[in-house]
């Protein structure tokens, strides 16, 4: 019998890539968030949560797990937890960056805590990216991932959140497997409970198709851009609830009470918080 894997032996690893941070990719990006900005070009800012669309991970068919995601236990710990879900994370935009430019991502993973929750176990994986340019760091994102055993039958979400505030700004999006597929495009996101419904529905347990946690934090995100009109410092943000191609839902934002930043969030059909988020301007 082999040893048992410490998922800790993996804190430290670290994968460096390179991109060109070229005009199609943010491109398709607008095209997905319905967005109705002008094509862009060199030396234009890319949009908040673009630098998703660069640096895609690679890996051969035969590499690639059941879900969709290349197979754990290179980079990412091999968890054998079968539902991987993104939490949330924390975003720190220092300088912009720019179509046209060469940048670098380094990934690496600070933390793998397993714990047990009241659905069995869950395995937290601390993963921090920072995007550079030749000039030095322009984002940083703080990304938490967690990995859990499917529902079992019978098994019930808890109740959402109620909204943090009256929302000053609100507007509604309908999500389609078209904005799906095209968010797992321009990501090169393999993961299939977003374009597989027979998948989504038969061997994960969900009523449909799942909108990425990243691609509702780019429409708060967006919110911020069509509402404030100011450049974004952070956003910090945790999925709460999922939401599903299934009806459409709200993004939101209002002030909160020090003044200085917004409380944004998505807001499920049935009125409940998805996902919380918090932003500062600037």
Known sequence: ?????NYRDWIGRQEVAEDTISAGPVWGLQDALDLDLAPPKDGTPVIPGAHLCYFWPHAPMREIGADGHPERGSFMPPITLPRRMYAGARIT???D????VKATRTRTITDVTEKTGRTG????VSLREDFADKDGLCIRQENDIVFRALAQPGETAPKPAAPPAKPV???TVTPDPVMLF???AVTFNGHRIHYDRPYTMNEEGYPGLVVHGPLTAALL???CRREKKER???FNFRAQAPLFDTAPFTVNGAPKEDGKAWAIWAETPEGGVAMLAEATFG
């Open 1 to 5: 019998m082999s040893d048992p894997v």
């Open 93 to 95: 935009f220092q300088r």
């Open 97 to 100: 960056l720019k179509v046209g």
């Open 121 to 124: 176990t869950l395995v937290f």
């Open 169 to 171: 700004w609100r507007r």
């Open 182 to 184: 095209k968010y797992s």
């Open 232 to 234: 974004l410092a952070t």
């Open 221 to 223: 995100m967006d919110l």
